[in-house]
Structures are given as structure tokens and as C-alpha cells.
């Protein structure tokens, strides 16, 4: 196993355990109105990215799939990483929610994890797809037009 796949491994591994963070206790919250538009967002924008994306193009492991295919439309016209945003936006309704300091902190090392593992699988694509170097160019990763 290569280094990257080795790291994209525990970065895959970290990304599950703070989301089960964030998640747990599971009880029912008196969920608030921005902490519902946070999660309608993530619903939306993770619906979206799903239906532009590929049969067989996902992949949980930040390495590109040997016949996986660029994706520059939809979503992935505003923001290199979509799926990576929705899940945010799912995990600060999540902190909205339970309004809980060590679930600001997950939120935080999510945020970092997501950064870490977007760096690794943009290595791949870039070595994959050399049109890839334009696109990051023009489209942000996270937050369009920002970050």
C-alpha cells in the first residue's frame, strides 16, 4: 500500500469516528430553524452532488478511481468538493443542535480532516486529469467564489 492510500486510509477512518462524534448521544433534539436550514442544505447540496456525479465515480478514499471520470458540472461547477461542503453544513447543524462545545471542537477537526483529505485526492486528480490544474483555478474548493 502506498503512502497516500495509507493516509487517505486514516483520514477516512478519523472522518467516520467525528461524524459519529457529532452525531452521538442519538436523541431527539429540538432542532432550531437555522440548524434546519443547515441540514435542508446538506440534504440538498449532498442530493445534487450525488445525482451529477457518475455511476461508479464515488469513492469514500480520496484516491480517483482508475475508471472514474472529472466532473465539472452541477455542483462541481461552484465548488471543487460539494460532498465535503454538504457534510459541514450537516455536521454544524449537528453543533446547532446540540449546542455542545466538544461537538464545536469535532466540527472544527472534521473541517480539518476534510481539508487534509481534499489536498491528498486533488494530488490524484491532478496527476490523473491534467485539465484538472485550470478547474482549481477557476472553482474553489469548499465555499464557492471563497474558500
Partial sequence: MSRDAAAGRLLVAAQFALIGWLIWPLTPQAWSPPALVLLGGAIMLGAWSVVHNRPGNFNIHP?????????????????RNPMYSAL????????????????????????????????????????????????????????????
Fill in 88 to 147: 459541514l453544513l450537516f455536521a454544524a447543524a449537528e453543533v446547532i443542535a446540540y449546542a455542545d462545545r466538544w461537538k464545536i471542537i469535532c466540527w472544527f477537526a472534521l473541517a480539518l480532516v476534510l481539508l487534509a483529505k481534499s489536498l491528498l485526492e486533488e494530488r490524484g486528480l491532478r496527476a490523473r486529469f491534467p485539465e484538472y490544474a485550470v478547474y482549481t483555478k477557476r472553482v474553489r474548493r469548499f465555499i464557492p467564489g471563497v474558500f
Fill in 63 to 79: 484516491e480517483p478511481k482508475a475508471s472514474g471520470q472529472l466532473i465539472t458540472e452541477g455542483p462541481y461547477r461552484f465548488m
